[in-house]
């Protein structure tokens, strides 16, 4: 049960953070805004780790945390240029679709078949996942842009391997410098893109630090959340739960946007819904 709740906890958490961090994009550019959310949630994970004491994991840990970081934001990277391509529609439910099928894979191959209502459970989320993260009209027409899939996938990818890397990594009971070790692989990832396309590193709109601190601390908590949740219980329903964040993101873009949901999001709420009652019975 502690997994089920720490797995919805990080699906707010990053469903939240990704609601802030695409306020602080429209302020400041997607990737000005990932790389000092980032910045702020390493000071913070820092503070945290000073406070508790916790002990510095050994190198095997530190490696696979910042690989995972990496993993990930090369996910990132690929999703938001998959975007400006013209694919949003196509590149979101087949990223996040992918991102959570892996650990699914994952924890089948090395802990066995979970329970039947679990595996139902699995089914109705990952079904949520893929009509949450629709936009308007849906995915129309996808037979003809399958060569276009290659950006979406790779991204999926990147997201599915940072669940199952930091899983690896937290498994030993370590939970903050796993983090810092993961936002550092990240750091240097985009720092090292940054530099080589000449992108300025200003904030032009200050208006965008407090949304841009918000989301920091947002997604360090959804990060929090998904290690308990794979320490609790197991990687696969950890990871199919914390998958649900696009859910968060799209209500509060309705509750405070006023942003229309679909139809197709109605039944990806409902869906996600459902596939919690099934997990937690």
Do not use: C
């Amino acid at each position: 049960m502690l997994s089920i709740l720490f797995g919805l906890g990080a699906a707010l958490g990053w469903g939240a953070g990704d609601f802030t961090g695409g306020l602080a994009s429209r302020k400041t550019g997607a990737y000005r805004a990932v790389f000092y959310s980032e910045v702020i949630g390493v000071i913070l994970l820092l503070v945290v780790v000073w406070i508790s004491g916790e002990p510095v994991p050994n190198r095997r840990v530190w490696l696979l945390a910042m690989l995972a970081g990496a993993l990930g934001t090369i996910g990132l990277m690929l999703l938001y240029h998959s975007m400006t391509l013209g694919l949003m529609s196509i590149a979101t439910p087949v990223s996040a679709l992918l991102a959570a099928s892996l650990p699914v894979l994952v924890g089948i191959f090395r802990e066995g078949f979970p329970e039947t209502l679990t595996i139902l459970g699995f089914g109705f989320a990952l079904f949520a996942v893929w009509m949450i993260s629709q936009g308007e009209g849906g995915v129309t027409n996808i037979i003809a842009h399958l060569s276009d899939l290659k950006l979406p996938l790779l991204a999926g990818i990147g997201f599915g391997s940072y669940f199952v890397l930091m899983h690896e990594a937290t498994s030993t009971g370590a939970t903050i410098w796993p983090m810092v070790a993961s936002r550092s692989g990240g750091m240097i990832l985009i720092t090292v893109y940054m530099l080589l396309t000449r992108a300025s590193w200003k904030v032009e709109d200050t208006s965008a630090w407090p949304m841009l601190t918000i989301n920091g601390v947002l997604d360090v908590s959804g990060n929090v959340f998904f290690i308990l949740a794979g320490q609790a219980g197991r990687l696969d329903v950890a990871a199919v739960l914390s998958s649900l964040f696009p859910g968060a993101t799209v209500m509060l873009a309705w509750i405070f946007l006023k942003e229309r949901l679909t139809h197709n999001q109605w039944i990806g709420i409902g869906s996600a819904l459902a596939a919690i009652v099934l997990m937690t019975i």
